[in-house]
């Protein structure tokens, strides 16, 4: 089992940042990949981010050049840096973490960029 617990969404206005953190508990040896999806309201869950346990990152189209995931092992956290939001960034944002035999999930962390 592992527990995931996201940090550090809320209101920005657009262009601005904001930095996303989720910290892992439990069978945190087992996990290898983590990242970042986002569901905006009506829309299916979008996959935005992911890292590896050798931080190798895959980024949506949508985002890259925006945004940046790191993971910092020796806290089993992973991170998503936001900078040049955009109203069409406005989502909840989940933390997933990848086990070989299961994905886990956040509670979700809202993100709203309006002015």
């Known amino acids: 089992q592992v527990q995931l617990v996201e940090s550090g969404g809320g209101l920005v206005q657009p262009g601005g940042s904001l930095r996303l953190s989720c910290a892992a508990s439990?069978?945190?040896?087992?996990?290898?990949?983590m990242g970042w999806y986002r569901q905006a309201p009506g829309k299916q869950h979008e996959l935005v981010a992911t890292?590896?346990?050798?931080?190798?990152?895959n980024y949506a189209a949508s985002v890259k050049g925006r945004f940046t995931i790191s993971r910092e092992n020796a806290k089993n956290t992973v991170y998503l840096q936001m900078n040049s939001l955009k109203p069409e960034d406005t989502a909840v944002y989940y933390c997933?973490?990848?086990?070989?035999?299961?994905?886990?999930w956040g509670q979700g962390t809202q993100v709203t960029v309006s002015s």
């Open positions: 997933i973490a990848n086990l070989p035999t299961q994905t886990y």
């Open positions: 439990g069978s945190v040896s087992s996990i290898y990949n």
């Open positions: 890292v590896t346990s050798g931080d190798s990152t």
